[in-house]
């Protein structure tokens, strides 16, 4: 089985096993990541099958929509990936970006990194940002019946990952808590040009957000 027909079985795998899914988590997600991986990658010397294998099965299934458990990601993934008889260092690695992509408060420490991870890790972290970013956070917001603000409660920034899964805090701010705090964590030169005018469009949004909320405008 060559490359191509590797993607196109995890296409089809991917869309299947996210169909319903929350609308910031859905295939669409998928999508914007891994197209934005290869873009990444086009400046960065990696495994162009790792990165879309991690790109495509980053999200497969997010532990906060199956109780906060993280292996079952993982594991769907690796069973998958032995299913299409891949060879067991391709299985490990893809498995290994799936373990250590996530935020998870801004406090988690990754055990692995590999410049495939670097760049699908940076790819997640641009879908969070911008327009889109701000779309997925609010849908997510709703879905979790969170409110949209409350000036009484600050932001967290010291949350250890158990207390980031665990929120239920107001969306504006997650913008604080992670959104605004992802420019200076990427691991590109390519994510990071990418990520400045999102972060920049955030910023404006917010500036907008609490001049009409205060009646300013």
Do not use: C
Not at 24 to 35: A, E, M, P, Q
Not at 167 to 174: E, G
Not at 183 to 189: A, F, I
């Amino acid at each position: 089985m060559n490359a191509d027909q590797i993607i196109e079985k995890t296409l089809t795998y991917v869309k299947k096993e996210l169909e319903g899914a929350e609308g910031g988590h859905d295939w669409w997600h998928i999508n914007r990541v891994w197209k934005n991986s290869l873009k990444i990658a086009e400046t960065e010397k990696a495994d162009l099958l790792i990165v879309q294998l991690g790109a495509l099965l980053h999200d497969i299934a997010d532990a906060k929509f199956h109780d906060g458990d993280e292996e079952i990601g993982p594991r769907k993934a690796k069973h998958f990936l032995e299913d299409l008889k891949l060879p067991t260092s391709t299985i490990e690695h893809v498995v290994s970006i799936i373990e250590n992509i996530s935020f998870k408060g801004g406090n988690f420490k990754q055990g692995f990194r590999s410049t495939e991870l670097d760049i699908v890790q940076d790819a997640d972290r641009l879908d969070a940002l911008g327009a889109v970013g701000i779309a997925r956070t609010f849908n997510y917001g709703g879905y979790k019946n969170n409110p949209i603000y409350d000036p009484y409660v600050e932001p967290k920034l010291d949350m250890t990952k158990e207390e980031y899964k665990k929120s239920n805090a107001p969306t504006i701010n997650h913008f604080y808590e992670k959104l605004l705090l992802l420019k200076d964590r990427m691991n590109t030169e390519k994510g990071k040009s990418m990520a400045q005018s999102r972060h920049n469009y955030m910023k404006d949004f917010l500036q907008q957000f609490y001049s009409e909320w205060n009646g300013e405008k």
